[in-house]
């Protein structure tokens, strides 16, 4: 018998002569010996297999755009409506302040360490208090620091539910939240929005599939990929709906205040003091800097029906990236004080600018149903499919268009909503004017008149 001591811990390996089939081990533990133990022997082999979570982890977008099997036209250049990032085509820099704050907090050397997983504290106190009002009050306990706005939606999904449990989700909508939920075994149910009624919420049908399981109302304004900005009136209903079946609400306000001038943005959380919400936010939109990955995450809940619970679950959460880049934290407050209002003003210029000519330029192509948007960097495209015959739905639509016009926007499938594609409206005005030029070329090429409409035609 071989016999190996490790104070306080004896294990005894007993000898039968010969390598038995099953190993006899016993433990003695501070002097105790254990019951004798068997442990069965494996035959080592490979097996690595992926993991529940990521075989349920499924993005439509990149499913869709992935599996498209057509190239651009050679003759054309490739002009992207599709991509959701507003430096790509660098006509959108952000301010030179904000580029200065990061180059100081990157010169001070100050902020090369690790911080608290929930970010900064006096980071946290600068989010709130730049989001602070008297409807709506904030304390830096009330902010959460993020790796971009879409881990703020990831830790609030993770907190609110369990597998098994299901939240409410506007179709079109942000295919992220699909992505994330079904990967942590949440059930999704669509709500509807209305494009006759400028994309509200149709009310009655997202109250209809509340149940006992439902732990959370996700609501996107302003919308992407719809472009739309829910009235004062409208979010007054929403919250009725809410407090009335006691559901607590996501708000994701990533768009917040990137309206035109004639909407106005009202922060959901400034409506109620019933209703708790965790409202998602960051820099990457509205200040152009989608890639320095900055969310945030406020919690209004001036009821106390959260509690501890709820801001200990998102702090726990935090702990599993040890939080956001340390750099932009502490550019935070020159960010957040110095960025000049001309600024922003000029973006939004822009983009309404852009928004007005892409809607009046494909309204006047038949077949085409744009939506007027009202904020956001979006514009949806209603296809009368009745007139394309030859496609059998919007994704081939979409890629058609790439293969002639080598104009790529992505088909509304991937929002839940067929038959419509999406625009975005934050390429060069000139590119702007050529892609909505080459649009109504090709549908001008594939019309057809629908049947017992020849007269309509004719005009």
């Keep these: 018998m071989s016999l190996l001591v490790m104070d306080p811990y004896v294990i005894q390996m007993q000898d039968h002569g010969s390598l038995p089939s099953v190993l006899d081990v016993h433990v003695n533990v501070a002097g105790r010996s254990s019951v004798q133990g068997k442990v069965k022997s494996r035959k080592a082999r490979w097996s690595v297999r992926p993991s529940d979570m990521s075989n349920r982890t499924f993005n439509p977008i990149r499913a869709i755009v992935d599996n ?12 992207a409506l599709s991509i959701g990032d507003p430096t790509v085509f660098g006509n959108l820099p952000t301010d030179p302040e904000v580029t200065q704050a990061m180059k100081d907090a990157l010169d001070s050397g100050k902020f090369n360490g690790y911080v608290p997983s929930i970010g ?19 304390e830096a306990k009330d902010v959460i620091l993020t790796s971009g706005c879409s881990q703020a939606i990831e830790l609030c999904l993770a907190v609110l539910a369990n597998p098994g449990q299901n939240i409410l989700v506007p179709r079109p909508g942000f295919s992220l939240y699909r992505t994330l939920a079904e990967s942590m075994g949440i059930e999704v149910k669509l709500y509807n929005l209305l494009p006759e009624k400028n994309w509200e919420i149709d009310l009655k049908q997202l109250e209809s599939l509340i149940d006992e399981k439902t732990v959370c109302l996700i609501v996107n304004n302003p919308s992407n990929p719809c472009g739309s900005v829910f009235s004062r009136r409208h979010l007054q209903k929403i919250l009725a709906v809410a407090a009335r079946q006691c559901v607590p609400i996501l708000a994701d306000e990533i768009y917040g205040d990137m309206v035109f001038s004639d909407s106005k943005f009202e922060p959901l959380a400034t409506l109620s003091s019933n209703v708790p919400i965790l409202s998602c936010g960051g820099l990457a939109k509205r200040w152009l800097v989608p890639g320095w990955r900055m969310g945030w995450i406020l919690i209004h809940d001036r009821r106390d029906i959260f509690g501890n619970e709820i801001r200990d679950g998102l702090t726990k959460l935090s702990q599993r990236i040890l939080g956001p880049c340390t750099l932009v934290q502490g550019a935070l407050k020159s960010i957040l004080c110095r960025t000049p209002r001309e600024f922003y003003h000029n973006t939004l210029s822009f983009l309404k600018s852009n928004a ?12 085409l149903r744009p939506i007027r948007p009202s904020g956001a960097m979006y514009l949806m495209v209603g296809i009368e499919m009745e007139h394309f015959p030859e496609f ?13 016009q080598s104009v790529h926007c992505l088909p509304a499938t991937c929002f839940e909503y067929p038959n419509f594609f999406r625009v975005v409206i934050t390429v060069p005005e000139v590119m702007m004017l050529e892609a909505c030029s080459r ?21």
Aim: hydrophobic residues 30%; aromatic residues 10%.
């Design 392 to 404: 059998e739905n919007d994704v081939e639509f979409t890629e058609q268009l790439v293969a002639e």
């Design 439 to 459: 649009i109504q070329e090709f549908c001008e090429q594939h019309y057809h008149c629908a049947e017992g409409s020849q007269e309509e035609c004719d005009k």
């Design 68 to 79: 498209m099997k057509v190239k651009p036209n050679p003759n054309k250049t490739m002009i």
């Design 120 to 138: 900064y504290l006096s980071s946290r106190e600068e989010v709130a208090s730049y989001y602070h009002c008297p409807e709506a009050p904030l």
């Design 356 to 367: 007005d000519l892409c809607y009046g330029a494909l309204a006047a192509i038949p077949g």
